[in-house]
């Protein structure tokens, strides 16, 4: 199915995220095209009892897994603290690339292309799907990397960096916010001094000269540590530290 801007002036429509179709409490979507309805639907408007999404008139909720979907659905949409929305009947029609930037911006992102450079702000969600891209200065707001993207992170002070699929980043001087790194990412980490950064599943990391903040690596991440002089670095689960 080919998704054009007439599509989207004619059918119901919203923006979520999965985790490659499986969502909240291990629920598993059928696959894209297929019409499902939600097994514990209910009508009040609250989070919980629906499939959840944002749209053009309701959003700001951001994104929670690694696989952006565009999603068409039958009836009613119930608002949710005027950030997101929840149906009862809906169907995957595109994901990541294949989903109009149109799509994506009317519902408050703004997409990032090779080549250019960002600074994140409070109340800002930037997308970033491929090419290179520089992230610096970001105070505030929300900054998702994915696909095949190759990012450059510098002076975070503040808001999230979220690094997800085959995404490769280098993070440097940050000093405050959060920066998490998840699936097959492979991330250069230095000169931590504040804030918060993760690093998830099959991701490998080399983090070097942390003298503050914290650092912590889980799943099956590989981590080469070296030059740690302050800071919290710590590894879980099946996660490989190789200190130098």
């Keep these: 199915m080919k998704i054009t801007e007439k599509w989207l002036e004619t059918h119901k429509w919203m923006i979520r995220s999965s985790d490659n179709g499986i969502s909240y409490c291990d629920f598993k979507w059928k696959g894209i ?30 994104i929670q897994y690694n696989r952006l979907e565009l999603v068409e659905y039958k009836g009613n949409a119930i608002p949710i603290n005027g950030d997101k929305v929840k149906v009862r009947e809906a169907r995957i029609v595109a994901v990541g690339v294949n989903i109009p930037e149109l799509a994506l911006t009317q519902c408050g992102y703004s997409i990032a292309h090779d080549g250019d450079t960002i600074p994140p702000k409070n109340n800002e969600f930037w997308l970033i799907f491929s090419g290179h891209v520089t992230i610096s200065n970001q105070t505030g707001g929300y900054c998702w990397c994915s696909g095949n993207s190759v990012n450059t992170i510098s002076n ?89």
């Design 33 to 62: 095209g297929k019409w499902q309805d939600c097994p514990d639907w209910n009508t009040e408007p609250e989070c919980g009892g629906g499939f959840h999404g944002e749209t053009p008139e309701f959003h700001g909720f951001g």
């Design 156 to 244: 975070q002070t503040g808001g999230y960096c979220g690094c997800y699929g085959n995404s490769v980043n280098t993070i440097t001087n940050q000093t405050g916010g959060t920066c998490r790194c998840y699936g097959n990412t492979v991330n250069t980490i230095s000169n931590q001094t504040g804030g918060t950064c993760r690093c998830y599943g099959n991701s490998v990391n080399t983090i070097t000269n942390q003298t503050g903040g914290t650092c912590w690596c889980y799943g099956n991440t590989v981590n080469t540590i070296s030059n740690q002089t302050g800071g919290t670095c710590r590894c879980y689960g099946n996660s490989k530290r190789i200190d130098k």
